[in-house]
Nanobody, 123 residues
């Protein structure tokens, strides 16, 4: 059974930083695409960042230059470093795992999802 578990969310002031983790079990994700998405209250879930099997990365315009996605294959864990946080980054953040090797901005490209971790940025 594949399981993705996020951690690292919390309350932070604007301009601060957080590091989210996504620990995978039941499957080795080093050869597969993975991603981060987020959902703010009253809004649809949106793409944040993705990493493919070569560790190539891609970011949404709203987080580019502030967020960094990477993974530690030895730990089967993916991370999202979030710097210069803004109140509009407040959301529940979800990690996702694909059945394929490519990263993707599309939610339906991912078969596995974590339960989410809350990030709140105060102004």
């Amino acid at each position: 059974q594949v399981q993705l578990v996020e951690s690292g969310g919390g309350l932070v002031q604007a301009g601060g930083s957080l590091r989210l983790s996504c620990a995978a079990s039941g499957r080795t994700f080093s050869s597969y695409g993975m991603g981060w998405f987020r959902q703010a209250p009253g809004k649809e879930r949106e793409f944040v960042a993705t990493i493919d099997w070569t560790d190539s990365t891609y970011y949404s315009d709203s987080v580019k230059g502030r967020f960094t996605i990477w993974r530690d294959n030895a730990k089967n864990t993916m991370y999202l470093r979030m710097n210069s946080l803004k109140p509009e980054d407040t959301a529940t953040y979800y990690c996702a795992g694909s059945r394929g090797s490519s990263g993707s901005v599309l939610q339906n490209s991912y078969s596995y999802w974590g339960q989410g971790t809350q990030v709140t940025v105060s102004s």
